[in-house]
């Protein structure tokens, strides 16, 4: 009797001790969660549709959270298979853009799109290069992305920042406009630098141009000089408000150059959609005229030298950007009280350490 006693005494605790041991984890994690904690990922296995998803719990601060966890009753789910359903429930958003314009305005608006994609965690693509991929080396370029039914978010001044772009609702979305201020972008230059790395033929010939330049002007500091005029002196791109720099602005203009690198010889490296008018009026002795070429390898060849001086338009800004020295520009290049100066803006267009000049 004694004897069985005894055995029904250890068998008794022997049990205990077992439910204990399978209660115990769950007690510590109980225990662990602080009461401050307010949301919690469940994951779920229902057996009814054979879907695996995550479902967000929520419970007031303070108050006890319930763990409602329903299992299949042929799988048992691991927390592998938890960390590949959430990464599989997690869809990328992706950033599209519409061109418009010629190459500088095009540059404009990539820029823009890859910054804006940078600084909210999204995927930038394009499904047409434009003339971007003639020049440039652009990766971000998918023709088979499917964008019907995305959403378009458009600007309001083609040259003003509005911070509505820097915080996009959670979808895929098209941006359009002509989007032209560096502030868009400048987390992201590194990254646009590397993207507008010219094409080999196009970097070929321009390195050629600079390399005769510097063999028959040696430790001479290269100076690029883009003279916008075309357009600009038209009827109609007057009557619209641009602004054109004549003569008197390049004499100020080379003088600034000179005056900032004391010492130093110095060449003026012009290029123009009127050439004419440059020899015309582009007296200095230290200035060199480039031969006639396509937009393309002027644009290389004027961003390859050491310092740049424009007048105006979005391909003498791409020109001073990528080639990063010190850059002078036309005060006047936007007149006042025009149409164009309504969605224009100096501090959003022109970046910190441009030196403007008036004629």
Aim: glycine share 6%.
């Amino acid at each position: 009797m004694q004897r069985r006693l005894f055995f029904l005494v250890c068998g008794s605790v022997f049990v205990g001790l077992s439910i204990l041991s399978f209660y115990n984890p769950i007690v510590t994690f109980m225990s662990t969660l602080d009461s401050s904690i307010s949301q919690i990922y469940i994951y779920t296995n229902s057996s009814a549709n054979k879907e695996n998803t995550f479902k967000l719990l929520s419970s007031p601060p303070n108050q006890t959270i319930s763990l409602a966890i329903e299992s299949s009753s042929t799988t048992t789910t691991t927390t592998t298979q938890q960390s590949t359903t959430s990464q599989a429930n997690v869809s990328a958003l992706y950033l599209t853009t519409r061109f418009m314009g010629r190459l500088g305005n095009q540059m404009f608006i990539y820029a823009t799109m890859v910054g804006l994609a940078r600084a909210q965690n999204r995927v930038p693509v394009l499904k047409s290069g434009g003339d971007l991929v003639t020049t440039f080396q652009i990766t971000n370029l998918n023709k088979d992305m499917n964008t019907d039914g995305w959403n378009v978010i458009s600007e309001s001044a083609y040259a003003i920042f509005n911070s509505k772009f820097m915080n996009l609702p959670p979808r895929n979305l098209i941006v359009t406009g002509y989007l032209q201020s560096w502030r868009y972008f400048q987390h992201a230059q590194d990254e646009i630098r590397r993207e507008f790395t010219f094409v080999p033929s196009i970097q070929k010939e321009a390195d050629a141009v600079l390399a005769s330049c510097r063999s028959q002007l040696q430790n001479h500091v290269i100076v690029g000089v883009h003279v916008r005029r075309g357009d600009f002196v038209s009827p109609g791109g007057q009557k619209y408000g641009y602004g054109v720099a004549d003569g008197s602005y390049f004499v100020k203009a080379f003088a600034k150059i000179r005056s900032l690198l004391p010492n130093q010889n110095i060449t003026f490296l012009v290029a123009s959609d009127d050439m004419t008018w440059c020899k015309n009026n582009l007296n200095d002795s230290s200035v060199k005229m480039l031969s006639e070429g396509n937009a393309g390898n002027h644009f290389a060849i004027l961003s390859s030298c050491d310092h740049v001086i424009l007048t105006g338009g979005t391909f003498g800004w791409w020109v001073a950007w990528l080639a990063n020295g010190i850059t002078i520009y036309y005060k006047d290049f936007i007149r006042k009280n025009t149409p164009l100066q309504s969605g224009f803006s100096d501090r959003d267009y022109y970046p910190p350490g441009w030196i403007g000049v008036e004629n």
